[in-house]
Every structure is written in structure tokens, then in C-alpha cells.
């Protein structure tokens, strides 16, 4: 007779910072990609990869045993969350603050949430100022388009 445990496993909460669902190029266990590749993959220059690095928005990547910098896909995921803080304009200080957070752990996840909250605020302040820009760009294309019309008619 085989016995069957049915326990529910509870894995920790999973940081949607380091795993966005995106598509790798290689998959877990196989994902290891040269400093060249990350740059070709997320669009950044190398420079820019080991400021990162340096300024500690980046965890210490992995190195080879010649001291190459080996980036796995959680790297690549990182990256491309830190590639949406950017695109929020969110300071890179604040952006660094808050890779230190993510290094300290589940204990800040409370400190993280506020700072994701206050970002979230901020980009749907600027996207209400730029619907309400849009409006006013539609309502001048509309006004000139009608004018022409008008002139053209005359």
C-alpha cells in the first residue's frame, strides 16, 4: 500500500521583483549569461551593468573561476524590474534603498510595500496630467481640423 501525504506545502511568498514571469533565454539550472549577453538581452550597456554592481542596485553577481561576472535569470528578472522603477522616474538613490530592502529580506516587506505605494501614487498622478494633456492636444487637432475644413469649403 502506498501512502500518500496530501499536506499542503507553504512556500514563502514568491518577490514578484525577481520572478515577473518573463521568458528566458535559458532555462533555470542552464542560466548562466556573460556580462555581453545581459546587455544584449535587456538593452543596457555593459558599464551600466557593473554601475549597478557597484552602486549596489544589483546583487553581487556570480563570478567564474577567471573572475568573469556570471548572470543568472533571476538577474535578468531584477533587471528588468529595476527597468520599470526607471520608467516610474523613481530616483536611482530610492531604486538603491530599495535593492537594500529586498537584501534584508521578509522583514521589509511592509517598508517595500510603503515605497512601492508612494511610487504607484506618483505614476497615476502623471498619468491623469497626461490624459488630461491628451485632451487638450485632441481638442486642438479637432479645432484645426475643422478650420481647415471650413477654409476649404469657403
Request: charged letters at 25%; hydrophobic letters at 40%; proline letters at 5%.
Amino acid at each position: 500500500m502506498t501512502v500518500i501525504d496530501s499536506t499542503p506545502v507553504t512556500l514563502p511568498p514568491v518577490d514578484a521583483c525577481v520572478s515577473a514571469g518573463a521568458t528566458h533565454p535559458r532555462p533555470d539550472g542552464q542560466d548562466r549569461y556573460t556580462i555581453s549577453e545581459v546587455a544584449e538581452f535587456t538593452g543596457l550597456r555593459a558599464h551600466t551593468l557593473r554601475w549597478y554592481e557597484q552602486i549596489g542596485l544589483m546583487p553581487q553577481v556570480e563570478r567564474s573561476h577567471t573572475g568573469q561576472r556570471r548572470f543568472d535569470n533571476r538577474d535578468l528578472d531584477w533587471l528588468v524590474f529595476v527597468g520599470r522603477l526607471r520608467l516610474t522616474g523613481m530616483p536611482v538613490a530610492d531604486m538603491v534603498r530599495f535593492a537594500e530592502l529586498v537584501r534584508q529580506g521578509e522583514v521589509t516587506f511592509g517598508e517595500r510595500q510603503e515605497i512601492l505605494e508612494q511610487t504607484r501614487h506618483e505614476v497615476a498622478a502623471r498619468i491623469a496630467e497626461l490624459q488630461d494633456t491628451l485632451a487638450v492636444l485632441d481638442a486642438k487637432i479637432n479645432f484645426y481640423a475643422g478650420a481647415r475644413q471650413a477654409s476649404e469649403g469657403a
